[in-house]
């Protein structure tokens, strides 16, 4: 099993196994609108499995024997206990946007497209106190340049929303991960590229995590 790392009290350093990602898509109007997607009334909810966990950031992989980009989505990442959101953590949702696309059109899951090995990469989690979570914002910067940038402030779903939503249909398990959504600015993961990812809270810098991909 997969597991991700969480900072306590006194940086004293964790191993903590999800038993699954839940994640929502097209939690930004803006981001669906890139995307050339309807706007949601509703949350949009799909699973990554545990094998799905990496903190190796990957540029492509490989689909009926050929290679195909994987594209990026960094979003604002939370473990949860006992359906409340105790630490937060930044993430890379890696999605091949070719075979997704193929997918929707014949109406089809989206498994072979978001819940490949390798399909979540996680920074290190931090704690996060409950009052505290809508002042969560994030920063993706690639190669020195900011390229996504965004926060519960702009989410169309809260993350409680989501987390009652999710429970309606399905057991949330301690420490299972909530992928809470991505800002406009999503592309294709290049090899050799310097990815950095930041959460703050207000203006204080919670998490700084540095990938390079290959």
């Not at 999710?166 to 592309?187: C, H, Q, R, W, Y």
């Amino acid at each position: 099993m997969k597991a991700v790392s969480y900072l306590g009290g006194g940086a004293s350093k964790t191993d903590i196994t999800p038993s699954k990602v839940i994640c929502i898509g097209r939690n930004y109007v803006e981001h669906a609108k890139e995307l050339g997607n309807e706007v949601p009334s509703t949350p949009i909810i799909f699973l990554k499995p545990n094998s799905s966990i990496s903190s190796q950031l990957t540029a492509e992989g490989m689909v009926n024997g050929q290679s195909e980009a994987h594209h990026y989505e960094s979003e604002l990442s939370f473990l949860i206990n006992q359906k409340k959101i105790y630490a937060v953590g930044f993430g890379l949702d890696l999605t091949r946007r070719q075979t997704q696309q193929q997918l929707k059109e014949k109406g089809l899951p989206w498994e072979r497209a978001k819940a490949f090995d390798g399909a979540a990469v996680f920074s290190h989690f931090v704690p996060v106190d409950e009052k505290d979570i809508p002042q969560l914002s994030l920063k993706l910067t690639i190669n020195d340049v900011v390229i996504q940038q965004g926060g519960v402030d702009m989410m169309l779903f809260k993350p409680d929303t989501f987390i009652t939503e999710a429970s309606s249909f399905l057991t949330l398990e301690d420490n299972d991960i909530l992928m809470s959504g991505t800002p406009k600015g999503v592309g294709a993961v290049n090899v050799g590229d310097c990815f950095v990812g930041e959460v703050f809270l207000s203006d204080q810098c919670l998490i700084r995590e540095q990938w390079f991909a290959v």
